[in-house]
């Protein structure tokens, strides 16, 4: 791997133009299981949930065996067979609405590599600027990690253990159809979530995996269950996959700024750990 070719990549940039259309809101909501009103225009969307927008569309002739798309382009190729998005920082200077035009800036903000008990790691830190109709809205940092697969006989870390004085708690069951309409909603065509068969023979994992990207919103859908002050910051960092071989759960608790997250596995470990700060 040429790190040095890699870090050539910093400094790149990419902007795309989106439009929050009401379907893909409304379509969330039913995969959350929540019971909203079908969404109008001048709707407030829910934090987290630019996430529906900007999707990446490859051609079917450009995607790689993990159905990502091939390596290169915007994001450095990193020829690593394990991808995951491993965590983000966001700050949220206003309200995003249905039916607002919105562009997304993104530039690629470092590269990095070092060594761990699973063997090499490089890290990608993108930066996204979203701009709606009223000025820029999210200030996102977004990592993805890469990642040489394990040893056929290595056993996993073992996870840190979860904390265990929740004031709030709610079990997910990550069945299938979670996965796979999540998914679909962000045109998400990585296999480790929904092919079983190339998730465990191929990548050597004992079940499909949970998206980051989900858990980190079900922590914030607790949160907004339970608190109803205006976030001004939020961040989630995964520490170890999260499977649909058993339920989990998406823990949290109160602090005088905000509130501590994290998603609890069916072992009692941490998977994933997140902030949230209110708004002044």
Not at 33 to 60: I, S
Not at 200 to 218: F, K, M, R, S
Not at 250 to 274: F, I, N
């Amino acid at each position: 791997m040429d790190l040095d070719h890699l870090k050539t990549w910093i400094g790149r940039t990419e902007t795309l133009s989106d439009r929050i259309t009401a379907f893909p809101v409304h379509a969330l909501s039913a995969t959350l299981d929540r019971d909203d009103p079908a969404p109008r225009e001048g709707d407030v969307l829910p934090l987290l949930w630019h996430w529906l927008y900007f999707l990446p569309v490859a051609r079917a002739s450009m995607t790689g065996p993990d159905g990502h798309p091939r390596r290169g382009g915007f994001l450095p190729p990193v020829e690593l067979p394990r991808r995951m998005w491993a965590g983000g920082r966001y700050l949220f200077a206003r309200d995003l609405h249905v039916g607002e035009a919105i562009t997304r800036r993104s530039t690629i903000l470092d590269v990095t590599a070092k060594t761990g008990r699973t063997g090499t790691l490089v890290f990608v830190k993108v930066g996204h600027e979203i701009v709606g109709e009223g000025g820029v809205a999210v200030f996102e940092e977004h990592d993805i990690v890469y990642r040489d697969l394990p040893p056929p006989d290595a056993e996993p870390p073992a996870p840190l253990a979860a904390p265990t004085d929740a004031a709030w708690r709610q079990t997910i069951v990550p069945d299938d159809v979670l996965l796979f309409r999540y998914s679909a909603l962000t045109f998400n065509g990585h296999r480790i979530h929904y092919d079983r068969r190339y998730v465990t023979q191929d990548e050597g994992y004992p079940g499909l995996i949970v998206h980051g990207p989900l858990i980190a919103t079900l922590l914030m859908e607790l949160y907004r269950r339970h608190d109803a002050h205006a976030l001004a910051a939020f961040s989630f960092r995964a520490l170890s996959p999260t499977f649909d071989i058993a339920p989990f759960v998406v823990a949290g608790k109160p602090t005088p700024s905000g509130a501590t997250l994290w998603a609890e596995g069916g072992d009692g470990g941490l998977r994933m750990q997140a902030t949230a700060e209110w708004r002044a």
